[in-house]
């Protein structure tokens, strides 16, 4: 087993203890919440939580973090479960992992380096791959001053493989800076493409998904577009975004967005690795908040994700709350647990709320559907249909010689129908 601190994806059969940790500023019952979801997270990279255990301080120690009693029970826990990991829910600096290292002698990782590594397994296209890259060097940089030989043997390229002298550190340093420049500046490429992209499609609206990890955006997308997606009851089991489309009675198509989903106290550099794929639900016209109303801590992840589209300027977007999987709450809960409008409940499973959901995105009427009346004659009544497959219709007047149809339609659509437009 390595000691150096680092995670290894290769790494199999990683028993390990998960520290929960919060200074005075954070209530004790955050901390436990915290802790739970720290222990979904490590068996998310696939290794086993044998123990837990938390520290809640009025001080924090610079060399390592936790107090020195609580390293003593964490050496006890070791020798009794048999771990060779640690995990701590908060970031170490490079002298604190060192630390840790040497007091323990087993795998020393934190929250981030757990999310981190989470994403490279689930990173599968080669934007999502560039987001790791780039988030875990922007990770690894603030540790170097204080770490130990060999920190960044991960990063590959011969970083880390000189001695740990002052010029060898600020060579590293440089280079790693080099290398987020030019990942940068590759994700800025992307980002270029999906904007013509999107153009391409057209005036078609534009749905995205965004909530707290595991509130079943996946499943809802599915449910939305009826194609299959990758749908895992786990935490990131969605990284790269994936955007397909679904057809809704009324408005016709709509673009539909799944992205990465949020989580307490994600890094700030790794926000800013996935800002391009983010940008995507920037893009959209109406953001889908989806909401697991089954865990008893959702107000709380529900507000921590409104706090970030405030922080993303997305706030003046129209947001709907879509409080998910309502299957799993008793008839009271059901009844009594509290929502913010807009919103509306549903359930992937039961497919309840799931027409609903639609007529809520339908009434919404973004910018880029206008209201317009259509004329179709009599002889022309074969194109009712079709006009009913593209657009809502609001109203209906019948004549003697046709029908005056009051819609909202996407403008796209309208040059087809200039001809009979009042």
């Not at 222990?39 to 973090?65: A, C, H, N």
């Not at 002298?165 to 493409?193: C, M, N, P, Q």
């Not at 996946?218 to 577009?225: Q, V």
């Not at 009434?363 to 009544?381: M, T």
């Amino acid at each position: 087993m390595p000691s150096s601190g680092l995670i290894d994806l290769a790494l199999t059969d990683v028993k390990a203890i998960a520290v929960g940790f919060g200074d005075k500023s954070v209530k004790l019952d955050e901390i436990k919440s915290n802790l739970v979801e720290l222990e979904d997270l490590i068996y998310s990279l696939g290794w086993e939580v044998v123990g837990s255990t938390f520290q809640k301080t009025d001080q924090i120690r610079p060399r390592t973090l936790i107090g020195s009693g609580k390293v003593e029970e964490i050496k006890a826990m070791i020798e009794e479960t048999g771990a060779t990991a640690v995990v701590i829910d908060h970031q170490l600096s490079g002298v604190q992992l060192r630390n840790l290292t040497k007091e323990l002698d087993v795998v020393i990782a934190d929250r981030n380096q757990v999310i981190i590594d989470i994403f490279a397994k689930r990173a599968k296209t080669s934007e999502g791959k560039l987001q790791v890259e780039l988030a875990r060097l922007m990770d690894e940089l603030p540790r170097m001053i204080g770490g130990w030989h060999g920190s960044l043997s991960r990063l590959g390229g011969g970083i880390g493989t000189r001695g740990p002298g002052e010029s060898a550190l600020e060579k590293d340093k440089r280079t790693i800076r080099e290398r987020i420049d030019i990942l940068k500046k590759k994700l800025k490429t992307v980002t270029k493409h999906r904007v013509q992209t999107s153009k391409s499609r057209g005036q078609s609206l534009k749905v995205a998904l965004i909530g707290y990890t595991n509130a079943g955006k996946s499943s809802l997308m599915e449910s939305l577009t009826g194609q299959s997606t990758y749908v895992e009851d786990q935490l990131f089991a969605t990284l790269d975004p994936l955007t397909k489309k679904a057809f809704i009675k009324d408005l016709g198509e709509v673009v539909v967005t799944d992205t990465v989903g949020f989580i307490n106290k994600i890094p700030t550099h790794l926000v800013d690795a996935f800002k391009s794929t983010l940008e995507q639900s920037g893009d959209a016209d109406i953001l889908l908040h989806v909401i697991d109303a089954s865990d008893s801590q959702f107000e709380r992840k529900a507000n921590f994700v409104e706090e970030l589209i405030a922080s993303f300027g997305w706030d003046e977007k129209i947001i709907l709350n879509v409080y998910n999987k309502i299957d799993l709450l008793g008839p009271t809960e059901k009844r009594t647990f509290s929502r913010k409008p807009p919103f509306v409940l549903t359930s992937t499973f039961t497919k309840e709320g799931l027409n609903e959901l639609k007529l809520k995105i339908k009434s919404l009427k973004p910018s880029n559907i206008i209201e317009k009346e259509i004329f179709i004659s009599n002889a022309d009544v074969h194109l009712e249909e079709k006009l009913k497959n593209i657009c809502s219709v609001d109203k209906i007047e019948v004549s003697s010689v046709g029908k005056v149809f009051y819609v909202s339609i996407q403008e796209k659509h309208l040059n087809d129908w200039k001809s009979y437009l009042q």
